[in-house]
C-alpha cells in the first residue's frame, strides 16, 4: 500500500469548512484514497473513499487531484462532535477473500473543532 | 441498523492468563478483521477472515489466535498474556462483493488490562 502523508494536527472553528489535506505520491492506479476518522477511543468509523473523481456523501466531500498524488477531504460545517482523528489511507479496493482488504492505518490528523 | 457487536467491552487478566475476544459482524458480512491499538498509537492489523477462512496476517503473535465460525462471528484467542498486549482490540466486518467494495465498519472495541 501506498504511504500517506498527513499534517500532524489542525484546528477549525465551529460551523467553518475543515480542509484536511493528505499526500500520496505514490500511489498506484488501481488504489482508491479512503478516509476513516476515529473519535476518541472510539472504533474508526468510514467517512468516504474515492478513485479518481470527486466525491460526496452526507458526511464530507473528497477532492483528489487530477495527477492522484494529494487529496482534500472536506467537512463543510464542522462541529464540536468532528473533533477527531483523521485517517487518510489507500488501497486497492481488493476483495475480504484477498489480502488487499486490510487498513494500513497512518500516523493521522488530530482535527480539533473550537467554539 | 445492526453494527459490529463486540464482547466483552472491558477485560481485566493476569499476566499470563488467557482472553478470548468475540466479534459477530453486521449480518450477511462474510469478512472480519481485527485490529490492535496499543496507548498513544494507531491501531494495526493483526489478522482477516474471509468466509471462514484465514485471508490476511499481520503482526500477530504466535501466542494468539483466531477463527471465524459458521455465523461469520469470530473469536480472538489470547494465551500467554504480556502486559504489553494492553490495548484496544477492535474488530471490523464487510461485505467482500458487496457495492461499494470490502468498506470496513468497526465495532467499539474491547479494552483489555493486563496487570
Known amino acids: 500500500d501506498a504511504k500517506t502523508t498527513q499534517p500532524p494536527s489542525m484546528d477549525c472553528a465551529e460551523g467553518r469548512a475543515a480542509n484536511l489535506p493528505c499526500n500520496h505520491s505514490?500511489?498506484?492506479?488501481?488504489?482508491?484514497v479512503y478516509w476513516y476518522r476515529q473519535i476518541h477511543s472510539q472504533g474508526p468509523q468510514y467517512i468516504i473513499h474515492?478513485?479518481?473523481n470527486n466525491e460526496t456523501n452526507e458526511m464530507a466531500s473528497l477532492i483528489i487531484t487530477e495527477d492522484r498524488k494529494s487529496s482534500t477531504l472536506i467537512l463543510p460545517h464542522a462541529t464540536l462532535r468532528d473533533t477527531a482523528v483523521y485517517y487518510c489511507i489507500v488501497r486497492v479496493e481488493g476483495a475480504g477473500g484477498t489480502s488487499y482488504g486490510k487498513l494500513t492505518f497512518g500516523q493521522g490528523t488530530i482535527l480539533t473543532v473550537h467554539p | 441498523a445492526a453494527g459490529v457487536i463486540q464482547s466483552p467491552r472491558h477485560l481485566i487478566k493476569e499476566k499470563r492468563e488467557t482472553a478470548t475476544l468475540k466479534c459477530y459482524p453486521i449480518p450477511r458480512h462474510d469478512t472480519v478483521y481485527w485490529y490492535q491499538q496499543g496507548p498513544g498509537q494507531d491501531p494495526q492489523f493483526l489478522i482477516s477472515f474471509y468466509e471462514k477462512m484465514q485471508s490476511d496476517k499481520g503482526s500477530i503473535p504466535d501466542r494468539f489466535s483466531a477463527q471465524q465460525f459458521s455465523d461469520y462471528h469470530s473469536e480472538l484467542n489470547m494465551s500467554s498474556l504480556e502486559l504489553g498486549d494492553s490495548a484496544l482490540y477492535f474488530c471490523?466486518?464487510?461485505?467482500?462483493?458487496?457495492?461499494?467494495?470490502?468498506?470496513?465498519?468497526f465495532g467499539a472495541g474491547t479494552r483489555l488490562s493486563v496487570l
Open positions: 505514490t500511489i498506484s492506479g488501481n488504489e482508491y
Open positions: 471490523a466486518s464487510s461485505l467482500a462483493g458487496g457495492s461499494p467494495k470490502n468498506i470496513q465498519y
Open positions: 474515492g478513485l479518481k
